[in-house]
């Protein structure tokens, strides 16, 4: 069941989502700020019951088909929104203490593969850093991935993210 | 038990190895042409009992610790000599008809991931050119791989290849 807000609640959304291109390789970086430990948001990235709830745009319904966050694990799941379907894949090289480091693939493009850093770094203050770098193989597939709209999802599901902070569910 | 031969039977290593460093993008590109269709690269490179007869330097014995070749699936093998003792391990994105995309890190240096495509493009004469691309997240890291003396690995392990080829292995 999707329990997403369609709107962010109020006070959610104070942090900015930094989302630059690399000057020099063919990587996109996100950087973002959360009221959270590393380990809160090592859960909203590898539980499946909790990814579903924030992963991508506020109006689509995540469905998961294979979820096995573990170092060699792999996963997929379906992005929905009324008759259209999304379809991503990729495994997990690394599930450590405060990184994940995954494979991505958006099925409507099966040749694209991208590889994702995440890390979260302890601020020391009760806030968590996070930074995500994803690197493709050539500037013409990362301007693509830009060109996607990945900014909304990214926003959305990082408020979604402070959502489940707020109620506890982390 | 490894059986490899410690130099090259006369005849095998008739087509160049081209290793390069990429100019725009922090990658290393590796073509060789063989005698053989696409389907017997795959089983080369996927059968374990095949792979550990030729990935890797003549000197070296190689270890299969994990090895699920199959989208989703992940490898841990350990290269020794005498004493020492090399592990690499990865996930499999994507195991294809004629494409293997995986990542790679030499434990070593765990903080090092590259994504590594393979992919087998049939000649049509009986030949088969095979075409990997590394990719890893800086030029610093790329430079340490190319300075890491891997083109001895390459070229002997392909070198096997041809002698498994020669001897009907494949």
């Not at 990814?51 to 992005?79: C, F, K, N, S």
């Not at 379907?85 to 690394?94: A, L, P, Q, V």
């Not at 850093?129 to 597939?141: G, H, P, R, T, Y």
């Not at 991935?145 to 569910?169: D, K, N, P, R």
């Amino acid at each position: 069941m999707n329990t997403r807000n369609q709107t962010a609640p109020e006070g959610v959304g104070r942090y900015p989502t930094e989302i630059t291109a690399d000057p020099d390789v063919p990587g996109v970086r996100i950087e973002r700020t959360f009221d959270a430990t590393p380990e809160q948001l090592m859960r909203a990235h590898t539980d499946p019951e909790l990814v579903v709830r924030w992963l991508g745009p506020r109006d689509l319904t995540m469905t998961i088909d294979r979820w096995d966050a573990r170092t060699g694990g792999e996963y997929r799941y379906v992005h929905s929104r009324g008759d259209e379907e999304y379809g991503f894949h990729g495994c997990f090289h690394e599930v450590g203490a405060n990184r994940i480091v995954q494979t991505f693939t958006f099925e409507g493009y099966p040749d694209g593969v991208s590889l994702e850093t995440i890390t979260f770094t302890d601020l020391g203050d009760g806030r968590t850093k996070l930074e995500a770098f994803s690197i493709v193989d050539s500037f013409a597939a990362r301007d693509m991935m830009l060109a996607s709209g990945m900014e909304t999802g990214v926003e959305q599901g990082y408020e979604q993210i402070e959502e489940l902070l707020a109620e506890g569910a982390l």
